[in-house]
């Protein structure tokens, strides 16, 4: 029987990144396929039998947790997928100990349940429009765009960041400007200027690979337009639709979250939140 190494099985090193990171992630189906994958591939081993009850005691203790913690303490499952994990031979107790703190916390969270609104405390703490744009370009870099670009500057005409993205079949130009904080009568006077220029002044073709079949424009902050400034927000959108055909949307901090979620970019986000140095354990 072939004596594999622990970590040239990535499913059993993937199931305790997510154990740790982001324990809702995992899937005991995906996890069982993918290790059997690997058995077809690499051969049998020794551990192959406490690899497989850790994989799944792991994920449906998890699981449990979220769905009935009660019933799930009662079970003791995740004792039982570390104990398993001991037994592999290149991770072994010391490696399960060092771990054990942090899973511990994982499960303690997941049975509190999630906190939902971290994304909105860490976005609404920014107030470098710099920072902000440059998360913006990472979430729709996600969407491996044709082109996407950061543009501001001295003579951007409205545009902060620019993507270029293919939709329903269709190539579509979306332009945004960002602003950081609540939109206030004097913030909007500026960003109305800025969003007429964004249609204004066409966006040059040198480094767009194909013709955009549509343009989309995006006001977007991570705060919320104030009381006496929503009434112009509101019918200025309309009078751009109605009047020039042109289609603008205002990104709140809420619709920003939303579309986060919606696109499944909560990840992506963490990641450009940790390269600008902003702390998500305190949100």
């Known amino acids: 029987m072939a004596q594999r190494r622990g970590f040239e099985i990535p499913v059993i090193v993937n199931v305790l990144l997510q154990m740790v990171s982001d324990p809702s992630t995992i899937s005991a189906e995906q996890a069982r396929y993918q290790f059997e994958q690997e058995i077809r591939i690499s ?87 710099a920072q902000l744009r440059r998360i913006l370009l990472r979430l729709l870099q996600s969407a491996l765009p044709r082109y996407a670009q950061i543009r501001h500057g001295p003579l951007e005409y409205g545009k902060d960041v620019v993507a270029l993205i293919t939709q329903g079949g269709e190539n579509v130009l979306q332009l945004y400007q960002v602003k950081c904080g609540n939109i206030d009568m004097k913030k909007w006077r500026e960003s109305k200027h800025e969003l007429e220029e964004m249609f204004q002044v066409p966006l040059p073709r040198l480094q767009l690979p194909i013709v955009p079949g549509r343009i989309e424009g995006f006001f977007v902050t991570n705060g919320h337009a104030n009381n006496f400034v929503e009434p112009l927000i509101e019918g200025w959108l309309k009078e751009q639709g109605t009047a020039h055909g042109r289609s603008i949307e205002f990104l709140h901090l809420d619709a920003l979250v939303d579309w986060i979620a919606t696109e499944r970019l909560v990840n992506e986000l963490r990641v450009a939140l940790k390269d600008e140095n902003i702390d998500v354990t305190s949100s």
Do not use: Q
Request: charged share 30%; proline share 5%; aromatic share 6%.
């Open 43 to 129: 051969g049998k081993a020794d551990y192959d039998e406490s690899a497989l009850t850790f994989i799944c005691e792991a994920t449906n203790g998890f699981a449990g947790f979220a769905r009935d913690p009660g019933s799930e303490l009662t079970r003791d499952r995740l004792t039982i997928a570390l104990r398993a994990l001991e037994r592999i031979p290149t991770i072994g107790s010391e490696i399960v100990d060092a771990l054990r703190p942090e899973i511990g916390k994982k499960a303690l969270d997941t049975i509190l349940g999630p906190h939902k609104t971290w994304m909105h405390r860490a976005l609404e703490r920014i107030t470098d429009e």
